[in-house]
């Protein structure tokens, strides 16, 4: 877990450096500068942070109900605990995910919230981990709080493909990427992002990918212990 | 063979209870006819669009079935007559027998929605694609029923039940509300049924969905 | 009077050889230990008085005998002419009476039996059953009211209905006589003996007197 510790925190020191100082420039001679991508220009920049910050949301997702079926599986409480660790992490990328896509949407569309159907996803999900969050608390017994609350993201996790169709038939996408974007599939869909960009995102999405690994051990062992910690007073 | 008798009996068992005792059905009722006259004192003497009225239909169809169709699992747990249920019915047979009730149940709630709207917005509520909008309310209903019953299975077990169910539910079934409000704005535009075939294909894989997951995962949740 | 089994027509049940076994059954909840390692057997014309104080677990371990409630460790292991039962087949061999289970307000005694038992939907023709435990629990005459005019002791005499509805092989009563007047526990005196003669009983109780009904008694708890 110490390599993955510092990997994380060196690779995401370096991301945030790199994707910072590296100037634009209309027609990039060296890997030190970034071509302009029309229409985002410097706000590019957030899809160093942003993508790989919504990416994790969604891993998290995964990762929890993937434990609160090997709960479901096992009745072994442990899982729970993994379950529910992981998605308090997943509800603060998710967080963290909103903020930098509405903070970039200020800027580049003109207001923070524009019901674009990334923008309508990543609510969705607020509201899963939300409800989740909200059942388990009103659920007294252990045993009852670990098989409802997995039975509830497993369910919820089964209306998640359906977004991918439904969403884009209903609203028109703003989203780079999206079908209606003028620059046709944009930088993160089609990647045509320059090689020295694609590098550093690609370098970023793996770095999240630790830092959310190195931050689960971190809230399993914290939960495992304060689990113990209140079975003495039980 | 034997399952379908049982499903059967358990449907009429509810059914009958419900007209007895009335606890879903008046207040269903009266929520309707509560949330229209809201609208209406919202929107004064104006006649909105097809887009709007759609939306406004079922947001009030959503939010009167949050208030009524938990009770088919809350009514039995308050009672203490889950245990009687467990011992005379397996976990298949009260699950499509309670989601068989809730559909007919958001079957009614969409008829006295639907009158009620035909009657106030005489001018602009008229459903000039009859066929795609009665495919959109039967696929609709079942598709909500499937989530709604599933839901309030894990609400019943749960403290806060009243607050907790539409917070639980909105998530799930937003994904149907919106294709069924695309449809409807369809039936209410003219439309011709085949505009409508991509909304229904959603709408039938996700009741498909909803009622596979839901039937391999009720015995998590009706058993404690 | 009360020929549980031997009235009803077709290869229903054959209550002579019937066994139950539980074996080191464990319960945990909310992380605390109800009971560990309960092990018993019964076969039919056997009875068992499970007894301890409150919050021992008795009906904790009734709920889980009856397949309502998984155990955290251990088996329930219900064997007829041979073969185990499925968690299905297993509910019809059961009646049970505990303070856990209630029947429905909004209808009549009468109605209350007809629906759970076409629920139920096994093969026990209901018509002249549920004359017969109406009238052996002294329910006869009040077979068309509803159950929200009943007084608490009418309730727990129709839980007695229910629970030999289908002639049970398998009998559990938790609590047996609660709300019971002096004729209603003559009543379930008369059921538990001719219970034990021919099938398995079960009593949940903290009465000393309710345990001695019982040829066997197991104690819950330290």
């Given at each position: 877990m110490n390599f993955v510790k510092y990997a994380s925190i060196i690779l995401i020191t370096f991301v945030i450096i790199a994707g910072i100082a590296i100037p634009l420039s209309p027609a990039p001679q060296s890997w030190l500068e970034f071509p302009v991508i029309p229409a985002l220009e410097q706000k590019a920049r957030n899809i160093f942070f942003h993508v790989p910050v919504a990416w994790t949301t969604m891993l998290a997702f995964l990762v929890s109900t993937y434990y609160g079926f090997r709960y479901l599986r096992t009745k072994n409480i442990d899982y729970d605990i993994k379950s529910v660790s992981a998605a308090g992490l997943g509800f603060l990328f998710c967080f963290l995910a909103t903020i930098t896509g509405a903070l970039w949407a200020k800027f580049?569309?003109?207001?923070?919230?524009?019901?674009d159907p990334r923008e309508t996803s990543i609510f969705i999900l607020l509201l899963i981990y939300g409800a989740y969050f909200a059942l388990r608390s009103a659920l007294d017994t252990e045993e009852k709080r670990a098989s409802l609350s997995a039975v509830y993201s497993i369910i919820a996790g089964l209306t998640v493909p359906f977004f991918i169709f439904v969403m884009p038939r209903m609203m028109a996408g703003l989203h780079p990427g999206a079908k209606g974007d003028p620059e046709g599939g944009g930088p993160v869909v089609q990647m045509k992002m320059a090689p020295n960009m694609r590098v550093i995102f690609f370098i970023s999405l793996f770095a999240f990918n630790l830092l959310f690994i190195w931050m689960l051990n971190l809230r399993i062992r914290i939960a495992r212990m304060e689990y113990e910690r209140s079975s003495h007073h039980a | 063979m034997s399952a379908f008798s049982s499903t059967y009996s358990l449907i009429l068992k509810d059914v009958q209870s419900e007209l007895r005792t009335r606890y879903a059905l008046n207040a269903l009722l009266m929520f309707v006819v509560t949330a229209v006259a809201t609208i209406l004192f919202a929107l004064r003497s104006d006649q909105p669009n097809s887009t709007v009225l759609a939306g406004m239909y079922w947001v009030v169809v959503f939010f009167t079935a949050m208030s009524g169709l938990?009770?088919?699992?809350v009514s039995e747990e308050e009672r203490g007559t889950t245990m009687t249920l467990q011992l005379v019915a397996s976990p298949s047979v009260v699950y499509f027998g309670k989601l068989l009730f809730n559909t007919l149940l958001t079957l009614a709630l969409i008829v006295a929605v639907t009158v009620l709207y035909t009657i106030v917005f005489s001018g602009s509520f008229v459903i000039k694609t009859p066929s795609i909008f009665f495919v959109t309310v039967g696929l609709g209903s079942l598709g909500f029923a499937s989530a709604a019953t599933i839901i309030a299975a894990i609400v019943a077990k749960a403290n806060t039940r009243g607050t907790l169910y539409p917070v639980l539910s909105f998530p799930i079934l937003i994904v149907l509300l919106m294709t069924v409000m695309n449809a409807t704005t369809r039936a209410l535009d003219g439309e011709p049924f085949s505009e409508a075939l991509g909304d229904f294909q959603v709408l039938v894989g996700y009741f498909l969905v909803m009622i596979g997951g839901s039937y391999l995962l009720f015995d998590f949740v009706w058993k404690d | 009077m009360w020929r549980c089994g031997?009235?009803?027509?077709?290869?229903?049940?054959?209550?002579n050889d019937i066994t139950l076994t539980v074996r080191d059954v464990s319960k945990i909840f909310n992380r605390r230990?109800?009971?560990?390692?309960v092990a018993f057997s019964l076969s039919a014309g056997e009875s068992l008085a499970i007894t301890g104080k409150n919050g021992s677990g008795k009906s904790t371990l009734v709920k889980i005998v009856c397949g309502v409630l998984s155990p955290t460790s251990g088996t329930i292991a219900y064997v007829v002419n041979g073969k185990i039962l499925d968690v299905e087949q297993v509910k019809d061999k059961i009646g049970l009476v505990s303070p856990y289970l209630q029947l429905y307000d909004e209808f009549t005694g009468l109605e209350n039996l007809e629906i759970l038992s076409k629920i139920r939907?096994?093969?026990?023709?209901i018509g002249e059953r549920a004359g017969e435990v109406l009238r052996l629990v002294g329910l006869w005459e009040r077979k068309n009211d509803f159950l929200r005019t009943y007084s608490s002791g009418m309730k727990q005499r129709l839980k007695y209905a229910f629970a030999l509805l289908h002639c049970p092989p398998v009998l559990i009563l938790d609590e047996?006589?609660?709300?019971?007047d002096a004729e209603g526990i003559d009543v379930v005196k008369k059921i538990v003996q001719e219970q034990q003669k021919t099938a398995i009983l079960i009593v949940a109780t903290n009465d000393k007197i309710e345990a001695d009904w019982c040829q066997r008694q197991m104690h819950l708890g330290i």
């Open positions: 580049n569309w003109g207001s923070f919230w524009n019901w | 938990s009770r088919i699992f | 031997i009235q009803v027509e077709g290869s229903y049940y054959p209550v230990i109800i009971f560990e390692n939907a096994n093969s026990v023709p047996p006589t609660s709300n019971l």
